[in-house]
């Protein structure tokens, strides 16, 4: 196997800023990732622990240093970026200071055991995978989320309350939790589930039908029903298309393959939107959503499409919450994966009837 490696490469101690060395390495004796690690390290000194369980970032999925080279080309192909958990924090090439994540144990000081702290060090890659640190800095994470879960469970009731008081005052906490599902590789779903337990005791999460995604309209669109059966008229071939997926199916993909747009693939595709915890704090889903829209605006799409009418609240009704975020003019248009197949199947009258009321019109008829 041949794989081209792009590896990160910082000393806090000599070098202003980060920067990835190339290597291109045809595979012989090596099993693993952390082999490739070890030969690397003979040839030039790399910063990284030599253990099978140690954390790493391959294009940008958290991965541990043992994952076998079969598995890491099914998932990654033969060109892959080796990174730290931790950028922010990278101290000596993928080594970091992890402080941060220790120093929020503190807050359970009073309940945790020895075993506590140990599947607590486990939980690392769960902290640093969080989007919401890219938000706050100060957020409380994932893994003592998912441990505060584990020691309710040999608490009596007061004990609980106490637990449950000390995560609701901190202030960047469990509603501002923003799955990791897709950024950790054979992400534990028990864990979210954990999570969401906590979110209900703490009365922050609700059905998604119940929230109220149009902040600032309160007009409900109509986008009709998917077709199955439709002919495309009209391929856009004169446009560039972002699509956010949060329903994936075969069809919807089917359509966008069969128009002839520019598809731009995007990364922030990965984030999760926290839709059920929206009512009680939009402040993440917001972040997420213009994340999303700035990078599909940035790398020059024409329009983004979403697949279910929640998203398209998200973003096109709160238009001015992202921009306010984002410190800057928006205005890519969002459709919705129905009105898309009406354009194409040169329905405009019917989707006429939508495009009109978006806050931001494509303009496309």
């Known amino acids: 196997m041949k794989l081209e490696i792009s590896l990160f490469k910082f000393d806090k101690n000599s070098d202003y800023l980060p920067y990835y060395t190339k290597h291109f390495i045809k595979t012989k004796e090596e099993k693993t990732l952390l082999d490739i690690l070890r030969n690397i390290n003979k040839e030039q000194k790399l910063g990284f622990i030599d253990c099978e369980n140690f954390d790493l970032v391959v294009n940008g999925v958290y991965v541990k240093a043992g994952i076998e080279l079969k598995k890491l080309k099914e998932e990654f192909g033969t060109d892959i970026k080796i990174e730290p958990i931790s950028i922010r924090r990278a101290c000596d090439d993928l080594l970091i200071n992890d402080d941060d994540f220790k120093e929020r144990l503190q807050l359970l000081n009073d309940f945790v055991s020895e075993n506590d702290k140990t599947i607590y060090e486990q939980l690392k890659p769960y902290f640093y995978a969080s989007n919401t640190l890219n938000l706050d800095k100060l957020y409380i994470g994932d893994s003592l989320l998912i441990l505060t879960s584990m020691i309710m469970e ?86 560039a298309i972002a699509y956010y997926s ?77 921009e306010k975020m984002c410190g800057r003019e928006v205005a890519i248009p969002v459709l919705h994966i129905n009105e898309l197949q009406k354009l194409a199947n040169g329905k405009h009258d019917e989707v006429k009837q939508t495009l009109e009321k978006h806050q931001v019109n494509p303009e496309i008829i």
Request: net charge negative.
């Open 154 to 239: 040999r608490l009596n009731d007061e004990d609980k309350n106490t637990i449950l008081k000390i995560i609701n005052e901190y202030e960047v906490s469990a509603s501002y939790y923003n799955s990791s599902k897709n950024v950790i590789l054979d992400f534990d779903t028990s864990y979210e589930e954990r999570i969401i337990k906590l979110q209900k005791a703490l009365e922050l999460y609700e059905e998604i039908e119940k929230q109220n995604f149009r902040l600032n309209k309160t007009l409900v669109l109509d986008f009709g029903e998917f077709e199955n059966e439709y002919e495309v008229k009209h391929d856009f071939n004169d446009f």
């Open 246 to 322: 949060s329903n994936s199916q075969e069809k919807y993909t089917k359509l966008i393959n069969s128009l002839k747009s520019k598809k731009i693939k995007l990364e922030s595709q990965k984030l999760d939107l926290s839709k059920n915890t929206f009512n009680k704090n939009s402040k993440i889903t917001l972040f997420c959503a213009y994340t999303i829209l700035l990078e599909a605006f940035d790398a020059g799409a024409d329009l983004l499409i979403v697949d279910c009418d929640e998203d398209f609240y998200i973003f096109d009704y709160n238009r001015k919450e992202l």
